[in-house]
């Protein structure tokens, strides 16, 4: 069936290093959300990326539709960061979201 | 713009007593759609309105669980009678059609 897959599904990173998360989806999207939950519950919105890169900050996203993945970069990671990463994506002919199941990251000072 | 409005934020209620859950979209957006959080089983969309209709509602989980849009402005989530398993976080979101949707801060609901 249509799957959205995150991977890894935990992460462990000392302050100041660099990494990359990933997002396979198995068909074509619409529209493809990152976003972060903080500890306090809070889903803030990263990057809207159906295709092409991005860049916010220490962020950056690359989404390749004809590959049907998507990448988040952490660069520098700070304490933070900690959270568990959502990437969701739109499929072609649905209206609604379909969530991963996230990569819990943990930053340690 | 004060992004999604849900209220309240907390909810600590008895079994069998009557839940109301508000949200106020973004101003301009047309979509509006109600998740729910738990640890087993993730985020799971409840139901989706598209210019104040309902046009899925297919991930309500039973009778109990009601959602009406009276305006664009405007939404509310109601469980009648509550029970224990309901406990969650419920969120509340908004787009206008094909674009980000944009996600209130959630109504952490606990039924004792």
């Known amino acids: 069936g249509i799957q959205v897959e995150q991977s890894p599904p935990d992460l462990i990173l000392q302050e100041g290093a660099n990494s990359t998360l990933r997002c396979n989806f198995s068909d074509s999207v619409n529209n493809l959300q990152w976003f972060h939950q903080n500890p306090w519950g809070q889903l803030i919105n990263l990057f809207y990326?159906?295709?092409g890169t991005k860049q916010n900050g220490r962020l950056s996203a690359t989404t390749v539709a004809t590959e049907r993945y998507s990448l988040l970069y952490i660069s520098s990671s700070q304490t933070t960061d900690s959270g568990v990463y959502f990437c969701?994506?739109?499929?072609?002919?649905?209206?609604?979201?379909?969530f991963g199941a996230g990569t819990t990251v943990t930053v340690r000072a | 713009d004060a992004g999604v409005i849900q209220s309240p934020r907390h909810e600590v209620t008895e079994m069998g007593q009557e839940v109301t859950l508000r949200c106020k979209p973004i101003?301009?957006?047309?979509?509006l759609f109600w998740y729910r959080q738990t640890m087993m089983r993730g985020l799971e969309l409840l139901i989706y309105?598209?210019?104040?209709?309902?046009?899925?509602d297919s991930g309500m989980p039973e009778d109990r669980f009601s959602a009406k849009m009276p305006n664009a402005s405007f939404s509310t989530l109601k469980i009648q009678p509550s029970e224990p398993r309901d406990s969650a976080v419920y969120f509340c979101?908004?787009?206008?059609?094909?674009?980000?949707?944009?996600f209130g801060p959630g109504t952490r609901l606990t039924v004792t």
């Open positions: 309105f598209n210019n104040n209709v309902p046009i899925d």
């Open positions: 101003s301009g957006h047309n979509s």
């Open positions: 990326i159906p295709s």
């Open positions: 969701a994506v739109e499929f072609i002919n649905d209206y609604k979201l379909s």
């Open positions: 979101a908004s787009s206008a059609r094909g674009h980000e949707q944009y």
